[in-house]
């Protein structure tokens, strides 16, 4: 693409590295800023960068946050010892937003994966571990997505907190609240025959 | 959404006023921010503040560039006496690129559009009928999108300067090339036999 302007040109090329913004589309919304007032362009540029510079991570869960501890981790009414283990702040917001979950939770900031040269030393396994240790814990719960990686990460947690001898659970997999059966692919519908629970227990949170 | 930080919160909100981001788009490109180096956001910000502050439309033909006279009004090899006329600069940028164009523009910066609260006052019509008047014009071609708010802007356009006696075309509208008969629909399948054109003249530009 040749573009007219050089502060064009620059503006469309960042904006193209975001993820899924293409050159176009980046275009697209470039030229939507010029027509709005000037406010719109410098409070978007000034939300992005004093994001970026002031933001924070809980220095317990690592989860984003604006004071040094989460307010899910200073929130006393919340059971310290019960620990869910994610990737990253949205599957926080997914299970914050069920309002089934009282615990803790340690935010991975990712999964192991060699492919894209992420090992557990670019995670916040050391920190997991160490919460672990200090006998803080009583249950993990894994809640990473049932990839490769993920179950990966999973055992690789699994074998790292093995010694100090805490309950750990998975999230149960099976079919989704209002699907058909017919349609549930094989993986998902034989774990949900083979971990079958009580009748009794399916009619506590409906 | 319900978000653990205020500065995450902000970001997300201004990023989502962007035409066709939504809440959660804005959120992944947000966090993908996070985890890319300061630099990243400092100059995608300063891009977007400086392109939007400094800005410049050509006092000719009102394409966006970054001098008083944009390159192709500047050009002395182009003929000035040809006016195309465009909605905005992407259309500019497509016809250059068809390389078969070696004359003037003039961008409207939109249609006219009652529905949306667009006038002809929105729009550089006084400017073009100012060009028109100055007798420097010898054909205006209009190249609109064929919708109702092209043809109004277009039959607007011809009324204001029908006085000055100058020829006005339109570009040819037609079965694009590649394109099965089959597949295309009535109007312009319609169009381009009612406006079909000598053999030998179609031999040219291949």
């Keep these: ?31 939507h800023l010029l027509k709005q007032p000037n406010e719109q362009s410098q409070k978007l540029a000034s939300s992005l960068v004093k994001m970026r510079e002031e933001i924070n991570f809980c220095k317990n869960c690592h ?37 089934q979950y009282r615990g803790h939770y340690h935010v991975l900031g990712g999964k192991i994966s060699p492919m894209d040269g992420v090992g557990p030393g670019d995670l916040t396994i050391p920190s997991l ?18 990839t490769m990686e993920g179950d990966t990460t999973n055992f690789y947690i699994y074998k790292q907190i093995e010694p100090y001898n805490i309950a750990t659970t998975t999230i149960a997999r099976g079919i989704a609240v209002g699907d058909e059966l017919e349609y549930a692919d094989e993986v ?3 774990r949900s025959i083979l971990h079958r629970i009580p009748f009794e227990s399916s009619l506590k949170n409906t």
């Design 1 to 31: 693409m040749e573009f007219s302007s050089k502060l064009l040109e620059n503006a469309v090329n960042e904006m193209s590295q975001l993820p899924g913004i293409g050159k176009r589309t980046a275009l697209r919304l470039v030229l």
């Design 63 to 99: 989860n984003i946050s604006d004071s040094k501890l989460c307010e899910i981790c200073a929130n006393p009414r919340r059971d310290e010892q019960l620990v869910c283990v994610v990737e990253d702040i949205r599957d926080v917001m997914a299970i914050e937003n069920t309002s």
């Design 188 to 190: 998902t519908l034989g």
């Design 129 to 146: 571990v160490e919460r672990v240790k200090s006998g803080k814990v009583r249950e993990l719960i894994f809640a990473l997505s049932s």
